[in-house]
């Protein structure tokens, strides 16, 4: 359980607490008279002199006037909270709450964070942020798309906001993108609000749409896929979607994948060992107890202020041989089949960072033993 906390009023002003105790991921309401108005502060800097903190005077302006914009407007007085660690909070100012519902499965919200943008919340857990959601989506969708080489049906589990679909569609030579979520209303409220990181993918041809739960999809379907992306919710131990980690609902992702050459990658939570210590090891384990080689890399995404790992998954018999993921040949790839000027942040020399797993975390992969299946999440090997 995490300890309470209190919210600052104004993120640039954290002597001035409210009263209250904050609790897990919950919504604050905060602002006194102080912060409110967007009125010019005082401020002291090292040497005691008082320095005016109000940013339109000339010699603080900046050449982003968009920027500049954000940081002139007053204090939001709603802050999602969510807490990295006991100890360590991650605060978003919200500017506005464009959808608040709770829907058969899961409470909902589309909102405003300023300078990251709209943003999509589920359940008090801070979902994507339409500013920066290309460093999440680019290498979960490329990376495993390169390593295949020239994927044509490609298979999104999760993945509502359409940003993964977005970025698959991007390649020439795929035919179709199928999309499996299992909360229409999500998918709805992000088709309608967050176009911007959409960008029109439901509208695409090739696309498809199934609502419905992924495990029952996979069970029923006959069909194989390329690639195969799992783009779902945070893998919390003891969560309610957590069996969607087991190994045996990786077995079923392996039986739809194109036998000997497909890749399966999905979003395996946080590499920090401070705030997860065996979240990403056991991911590992557990993946690497299905398929014949793991791949790990991660992204940081500034939104979720920790750095985010991924794991790549195939049986593909001569991997080491016939997957080169050196920076040239991930460059020769892209440009053969999508328009490179379309990517924010992947390339090769980019992937050469996100393969690029710190040595304490690949340590901690090798030592870990426990693989998690749905009779027992925490069996040993």
């Not at 968009?66 to 969510?82: C, G, K």
């Not at 050459?261 to 690497?288: C, D, W, Y």
């Not at 890399?297 to 985010?308: A, D, E, H, I, M």
């Amino acid at each position: 359980m995490y300890c309470g906390l209190t919210v600052p009023c104004a993120s640039a002003d954290f002597g001035r607490q409210r009263d209250g105790v904050q609790t897990r991921r919950v919504w604050r309401r905060g602002g006194d008279g102080v912060c409110a108005g967007g009125k010019t502060r005082r401020m002291r800097n090292g040497d005691g002199a008082t320095r005016d903190a109000d940013r339109g005077s000339a010699q603080h302006q900046v050449k982003d006037a968009a920027s500049e914009a954000w940081r002139l407007e007053a204090p939001p007085n709603v802050w999602l909270t969510e807490p990295l660690t006991p100890c360590t909070v991650m605060h978003h100012g919200v500017r506005q709450i464009l959808v608040n519902r709770q829907t058969a499965f899961q409470n909902m919200q589309v909102v405003d964070i300023g300078p990251y943008g709209r943003a999509l919340v589920l359940d008090q857990r801070m979902q994507l942020a339409a500013n920066d959601e290309f460093m999440y989506h680019e290498p979960l969708v490329h990376l495993p798309c390169v390593m295949h080489g020239a994927p044509k049906r490609v298979l999104v589990l999760g993945g509502a906001d359409g940003g993964a679909a977005r970025e698959a569609l991007k390649w020439r030579g795929v035919e179709q993108v199928t999309l499996v979520d299992i909360d229409g209303e999500v998918v709805e409220a992000c088709r309608t609000h967050l176009s911007g990181i959409h960008q029109g993918a439901f509208d695409d041809p090739r696309f498809r749409l199934h609502v419905g739960d992924a495990l029952a999809f996979l069970e029923s379907s006959r069909e194989y896929y390329d690639v195969i992306l799992g783009d779902l919710t945070d893998p919390v131990e003891q969560g309610p979607s957590f069996n969607l980690f087991a190994r045996e609902s990786f077995s079923l992702v392996r039986q739809r994948l194109t036998p000997g050459r497909g890749v399966f990658a999905i979003q395996s939570g946080s590499t920090s060992l401070v705030e997860e210590p065996h979240l990403f090891a056991r991911m590992n384990k557990t993946l690497a107890s299905v398929f014949r080689h793991v791949v790990p890399f991660q992204s940081f995404v500034p939104t979720f202020g920790t750095p985010l790992g991924f794991c790549a998954c195939t049986d593909q018999p001569q991997f080491d041989v016939e997957i080169d993921l050196s920076c040239s040949r991930v460059n020769e790839v892209v440009a053969s089949h999508l328009d490179p000027s379309t990517l924010k942040a992947f390339d090769g020399l980019f992937a050469q960072g996100v393969l690029g797993i710190p040595k304490c975390v690949r340590e901690a992969i090798e030592r870990e033993t426990v693989v998690y299946s749905m009779d027992d999440s925490h069996d040993s090997e």
